[in-house]
């Protein structure tokens, strides 16, 4: 018999069902305040320290251009260990590993902390991205599976909406840290914050024992492969400007990414326990599905925070203060519609709230080519409110399409490929708008202003056309009994989160 210290620990939580029992309803609601705030400390941490890069620069004596360091060292680990957390989850139980993770990025946020030189700071950076990587995709489960089975759009929309509100307050704290305090205190603040709620999260509800292979070993072997993989794929689509335009960035690394793939999905293929199972994709395709309109959805996200950060700064001269003021809006917007968001999820089934946000995705976008081209301030704040109110459904939305249907022990790993979809659209946005800023940066014979509507224009015309995309593919899946019988023909019973 397990000690009670160790059954703290155990395997996956079981779901709320009766919500009048005080003492099962106390422990989830600590479980899931324990689980949000951690996400929280996540997402602020990584969202204030470009705030910092400046000031990071000046007290090490280092290049500014050498602190992009501080934001790549700590994506690559994260990215690469993220379905890698959720695979964990799955084999020894959520609640562990989301501990694990999360001390693992106090230690990071520590060192970071008291660093004396540059390099310390880095190592500290590469732990936080590591802990979070490892900590995510469990903490994503352990929230979700805190509510009921008619709660599971709250659940995703309370997620997301606080994930939402992280990036913005990270941004609020982090300047206001640098500010009256020192950058020291971007990391050393959220540390006893954070403890807290790896406390909470410990002694919320004991999970039960899952079971489905309670003893299934790790591929240790296909763990590292996928994670070499994950990151030679970052480094391929991001393409780190110190290779230039090497045979290295051209052709070696989108070559070792290739190799790389096939042999990780041979070497699975053949694994009796492997890192990850393929399978999924094909007893559940709405996983991979999910994964693409997460995709669709996010690299729209990322471009457009990008380009009209810089359009409102170069175009209009704003500083930016008030770029950031004229852009709140899209972000908090999010992260306050988004709960609202999960809960008419909750009360309505998934297929016309999901089809309905990727056309809001796509209006969103046509509105912004129609500003790029009058100038006109309703178009640009119609079309950031439009795009707020359509992403704070399609977040939740989402995440329960992946979700719904799949066994609890493979959750962790489901979550873990989702967000990965979320990251991979960040890396594959931003580096499409420096590709396309890049090209018409070579027309001499247009001034700076038209430069700047043109590739307004053009990165608009692009997200539409994705969420458009996006739109189509999620209205044949809800329809596929119609248009594709011999295809997918199995309905969902109950298509409501």
Not at 302 to 326: C, M, N, T, V, W
Not at 414 to 438: C, P, Q
Request: glycine fraction near 8%; hydrophobic fraction near 50%; include cysteine.
């Amino acid at each position: 018999m397990q000690d009670n210290k160790s059954a703290a620990f155990d395997n996956e939580i079981p779901e709320v069902n009766d919500l009048n029992d005080e003492k099962s309803g106390m422990k989830n609601a600590l479980l899931v305040a324990g689980t949000l705030s951690t996400l929280f400390t996540l997402n602020l941490g990584f969202s204030g320290v470009n705030l910092s890069l400046v000031a990071i620069a000046d007290a090490f004596g280092v290049p500014l251009g050498l602190t992009q360091w501080m934001i790549t060292i700590f994506l690559i680990p994260m990215v690469a260990t993220v379905i890698i957390g959720g695979r964990l989850g799955d084999i020894y139980g959520h609640k562990k590993i989301a501990i694990a993770g999360g001390i693992v990025f106090i230690l990071g946020l520590v060192a970071s902390g008291l660093a004396q030189e540059y390099w310390q700071l880095l190592s500290g950076r590469l732990l936080q991205g590591l802990g979070a990587g490892v900590s995510y995709s469990p903490l994503i489960i352990l929230e979700y599976q805190a509510y009921s089975k008619d709660k599971k759009g709250t659940a995703a929309g309370v997620l997301n909406g606080v994930i939402g509100l992280s990036i913005v307050s990270g941004l609020f704290f982090g300047g206001m840290l640098i500010h009256y305090f020192s950058w020291r205190w971007l990391f050393l603040a959220g540390t006893p914050f954070l403890v807290v709620s790896l406390l909470m999260i410990l002694f919320s509800k004991t999970e039960k024992k899952t079971e489905t292979k309670p003893r299934e070993k790790v591929d240790y072997l296909g763990t590292a492969l996928l994670s070499v993989l994950i990151v030679a794929l970052v480094i391929s689509i991001e393409q780190p400007s110190f290779l230039k335009y090497s045979f290295i960035r051209l052709i070696i690394l989108p070559l070792i990414t290739i190799i790389m793939s096939v042999w990780f999905y041979l070497f699975e293929k053949k694994t009796a326990s492997p890192a990850v199972d393929f399978s999924i994709f094909r007893e559940y395709p709405k996983v991979f599905l999910g994964c693409v309109g997460r995709f669709a959805a996010f690299i729209c996200f990322y471009i457009l925070l990008y380009i009209l950060s810089i359009y409102l700064q170069k175009e209009h001269g704003f500083s930016p203060f008030k770029a950031g003021i004229y852009l709140l809006p899209m972000t908090l917007l999010f992260g306050l519609l988004t709960p609202f968001g999960g809960i008419l999820l909750d009360k309505f089934n998934l297929k016309h709230p999901l089809i309905l946000s990727f056309i809001g995705l796509f209006l969103s976008n046509f509105l912004l080519i129609w500003f790029a081209a009058s100038g006109s301030w309703i178009l640009f704040f119609a079309s950031i409110i439009i795009f707020s109110i359509a992403f704070s459904i399609n977040a939740p939305g989402l995440l329960c399409f992946v979700l719904k249907g799949v066994p609890e022990e493979k959750g962790g790993i489901v979550s873990g490929f989702f967000y990965l979809s979320s990251m991979i659209a960040g890396v594959t946005g931003l580096t499409f708008s420096e590709v396309i800023i890049k090209f018409y940066s070579f027309y001499s014979s247009l001034t700076a202003s038209q430069k700047l509507i043109k590739i307004l224009s053009a990165l608009s015309v692009s997200c539409a056309i994705v969420s458009l995309a996006a739109g189509i593919l999620f209205f044949i899946y809800f329809n596929r009994k119609i248009l594709l019988p011999r295809v997918l023909v199995k309905a969902d019973t109950n298509p409501k989160c």
